[in-house]
């Protein structure tokens, strides 16, 4: 059900990192990096299964947004997943 505006203290812009602010030029970075990186959480930190599903929700997009300036790496064995980085 929709709330009120005024029931919230704040609300900010809904602005999303871009590609260059969110990535290192040299490294390669999985889907799930980047969707800890758009919270503002260090790539490598741990997350339970169910946050790790509701990050993932924003990630996805927000890789599909950017594609033009994202280059993709295959997995480097089955049991990894594809890897994304800037474009050079």
């Avoid at 059900?1 to 290192?24: G, R």
């Avoid at 503002?40 to 299964?49: K, M, R, T, V």
Wanted: aromatic share 10%; with cysteine; proline share 9%.
């Amino acid at each position: 059900m929709p709330v009120p505006k005024d029931e919230f203290e704040s609300l900010p812009p809904c602005d999303f990192y871009t590609p260059d602010e969110l990535l290192e030029d040299d490294q390669m970075y999985t889907v799930y990096e980047i969707a800890r990186l758009l919270q503002g959480i260090e790539a490598d930190a741990e997350i339970d299964e169910g946050t790790e599903s509701v990050l993932l929700d924003w990630a996805i997009p927000w890789v599909m947004t950017n594609a033009d300036d994202l280059v993709v790496a295959e997995p480097r064995s089955d049991d990894e997943p594809g890897y994304y980085g800037l474009k050079e």
